[in-house]
């Protein structure tokens, strides 16, 4: 059985979708991969009455393969050895073939959970991509995220808690944040 949900930001879709999912399983922590901003973040779970407690937000990931590099180390780390993999339906393909070489690697498995879109799968040179850019990572620790021409925008800065881990080739302007009141 899953024991958290990972989500890669891209839509409020996914984060309803995984409020709605964490529901269903009140045992489970989500985590947020560079997906909606904390305001609007928190008001999905608040929505869905989801304790902000089992919500975790990361802004490292530029891109998805970074998705799964920056995270993967504390989800092993946590002892997670199952996640609900929660993505669009025309980006399951990619996410999928990334999580099998990223989580994999370090023992842990995915049930893809696809959020239905109006999108058209993503193209197999895509895919083919990322998988060559998951196998550059697990022999030297680099993504090539760097050699994007079109990066995406990052979010304002989030001051990220004192228990955050320094990881390699994650730059400082997107840190993780956990977004519980304690």
């Known amino acids: 059985m899953p024991q958290a949900i990972l989500v890669l930001g891209g839509g409020h879709q996914r984060e309803r979708a995984a ?13 947020l991969s560079s997906g909606l901003l904390p305001p609007q973040a928190k008001k999905i779970f608040l929505t869905e009455n989801i304790s902000l407690s089992r919500v975790h937000l990361d802004y490292r990931a530029t891109d998805t393969v970074t998705n799964f590099t920056t995270l993967v180390a504390e989800l092993e ?11 669009s339906d025309f980006h399951m393909r990619r996410s999928t073939a990334i999580a099998f070489w990223i989580l994999g690697s370090h023992g842990i ?13 993503e193209p197999i040179h895509k895919t083919l991509r990322d998988i ?50 304690r």
């Open 77 to 87: 780390d946590k002892e997670i050895h199952h996640v609900y993999l929660v993505t």
């Open 19 to 31: 409020a709605k999912l964490a529901t269903h399983q009140p045992g489970l922590e989500v985590w």
């Open 109 to 121: 498995a995915y049930t893809p959970v696809p959020v239905k879109s109006n999108e058209q799968p």
């Open 132 to 181: 060559t850019r998951s196998w550059l990572w697990l022999l030297t620790g680099r993504t090539g995220s760097s050699l994007d021409p079109n990066p995406p925008a990052k979010p304002k800065k989030i001051s990220s808690s004192p228990a955050t881990k320094a990881t390699n080739n994650i730059p400082q302007s997107r840190p993780h944040q956990t977004i519980a009141t």
